[in-house]
Structures are given as C-alpha cells and as structure tokens.
C-alpha cells in the first residue's frame, strides 16, 4: 500500500530522509512502516518519523523507546531530567500507559526542509549510541525491560522484519 501525504512538503521530505538513510546505512538495514523508518543499532530500534508541520514545511523525529513496562517513580523522573542536561541532541521523554507502567522514550527533532545527510547521521547516531549505553542501566535501576527485549520474548528474531 503507497504512503499517503498529509503535504506535498511531507512527501518531499519523506523522499529526503528516505534517500539519505539508504545511503547513510544501506537499503537493507531500513525498513520503511508507514511514514517511519526502522533500523537496528544495538540493543536498540531507530525510528525516523517524517511528519508534515504547517502546509509548507515537514520535520523529522528521530526516536528509540529505550525501555518499557517500568515503574514510574520520582526517583527514575529525577534521573531522566538530570540525564538530559548531559544529552548533545535529543532528550529523554516519559510516557505513560493506561496500566500506570511507562515507556522511556528518546528523541531528537530536526526541520526536514533544510537537513542536512550529516545532520540526520548525527541525530541517529546519537540516538542509537546514548539509547544503546543507558537501556540496560536503566533497568537495572529501576525495572521493566528493555524495548528490544520486549519485542524478542513476544516474537522470534527471524520474525521481526517480516
């Protein structure tokens, strides 16, 4: 089934990011899944969202859920927002489910109009290596487990690029 656009600006940015990520990391090593991209670093998933902003202009989020099925506290709170004063790019984010268990995201933004290949290299990058470092830290201190443990006990790997 083809992409749908939100924006011309979208698609074109889409394209953009799609071709520098091939050439970046090679076609095999990207999958795309919608208006995402998906590559393996590590321990962990990069994710590349293309999103349209306005009519006219189109940013790139570029993302790891670091670790999953955890316990909020203060305390694991306090150590994300005192973590982000040490994060280059991007910075670490808090979801939580409906079951009261969170999801600890990182994620960097860029303007996808004016990006640069080095520039969309340094944010997965950087995103891959931090999410890679800390996801096992994290759950040693504080719980859950990390995303990709999650998706290896629900499924086998040969099954997870299918």
Do not use: C
Not at 58 to 87: C, H, K, P, Q, W
Not at 122 to 133: F, G, H, N, Q, Y
């Amino acid at each position: 089934m083809p992409m749908e656009f939100k924006t011309d600006a979208q698609q074109k940015v889409y394209e953009k990011t799609r071709d520098h990520l091939y050439t970046l990391f090679g076609e095999v090593n990207v999958k795309a899944l919608g208006d995402t991209f998906v590559m393996q670093e590590g321990s962990t998933f990069v994710y590349a969202r293309v999103f349209p902003i306005g009519d006219k202009r189109a940013g790139v989020e570029i993302f790891s859920y670091v670790v999953v099925d955890l316990d909020v506290t203060e305390e694991m709170m306090r150590f994300l927002l005192t973590y982000n004063l040490r994060l280059i790019l991007g910075g670490f984010g808090l979801s939580i489910g409906e079951d009261g268990k969170g999801t600890v995201m990182l994620t960097h933004t860029i303007l996808g109009d004016s990006m640069e290949r080095e520039e969309l290299y340094a944010s997965v990058s950087a995103i891959a290596r931090v999410a890679d470092e800390i996801d096992d830290q994290l759950v040693a201190k504080f719980g859950g487990q990390t995303a990709l443990g999650k998706l290896m006990g629900e499924q086998a790997a040969d099954e997870i690029w299918e």
